[in-house]
Structure formats: structure tokens, C-alpha cells
């Protein structure tokens, strides 16, 4: 059984950091595209960022370039989200997921996905 699980999530201040991390278990996903998203309260679930297979490539949704880093870890099939400079419209449940598609920013292109964790910054 495949599960992604993320974890990390948590309170913070703004301008504070956090690193959220995904843990895949049930197959390898070491040739998959790996993605987060977000989902605040009352929007669709948006892309925050991406990373190829290599981690040669990375791709950030416009809101959170400069601040917020993806990165992988294919030996330990995990993938991380590190988030500095947070703000209080950060807030959301964060999802990872993967995908064999590259460039891949749209929730229809992941066919894998965690159960969320909640990030919460306040003002």
C-alpha cells in the first residue's frame, strides 16, 4: 500500500520558519516528480512548489519564490519543503504528492498524495 505522510506542520509566528517533510512508503518514487500544495480554509488546493526526479529542477508558485525551498532525498524516499519568511496567508494544510509528469503544477497532474499537515502563522 502506498501512503505518503507528511509532518512538520505546526504554529508559528510570522516571519518564522518551519520544514515540512513527506515520507513515502509502499514503492520507491526516486523517478517521480514530488510536489506541495496547500489548501486554506474556504480556497482550492494551489501548487507551492515542485521538484524533479533529480532535483536538478525545481518550480515555485510566485507567492512563495525566494522564501521557500523543496528538496529530496531519493535514498530515503523523502522530500522536503523548507519554509522561511512565513506569513499569515501561508496558512494552510500542505500536501505532498508525486507524479510522473515534469512540469507538473496542477492538482489533476498528481496521482499520489498525503493526508496534510496544518501550518498555521500568525500575526
Known amino acids: 500500500q502506498v501512503q505518503l505522510v507528511e509532518s512538520g506542520g505546526g504554529l508559528v509566528q510570522a516571519g518564522g520558519s518551519l520544514s515540512l517533510s513527506c515520507a513515502a512508503t509502499g514503492r520507491t518514487f526516486s523517478m517521480y516528480t514530488m510536489g506541495w500544495f496547500r489548501q486554506a480554509p474556504g480556497k482550492e488546493r494551489e501548487f507551492v512548489a515542485a521538484?524533479?526526479?533529480?532535483?536538478?529542477?525545481?518550480l515555485y508558485a510566485d507567492p512563495v519564490k525566494g522564501r521557500f525551498n523543496i528538496s529530496r532525498d531519493n535514498a530515503k524516499n523523502m522530500w522536503y519543503l523548507q519554509m522561511n519568511k512565513l506569513k499569515p496567508e501561508d496558512t494552510a494544510v500542505y500536501y505532498c504528492?508525486?507524479?510522473?509528469?515534469?512540469?507538473?503544477?496542477?492538482?489533476?497532474?498528481?496521482?499520489?498524495w498525503g493526508q496534510g499537515t496544518a501550518v498555521t502563522v500568525s500575526s
Open positions: 521538484i524533479n526526479w533529480s532535483g536538478e529542477s525545481t
Open positions: 504528492a508525486a507524479t510522473d509528469l515534469w512540469v507538473a503544477s496542477w492538482v489533476y497532474q498528481y496521482g499520489y
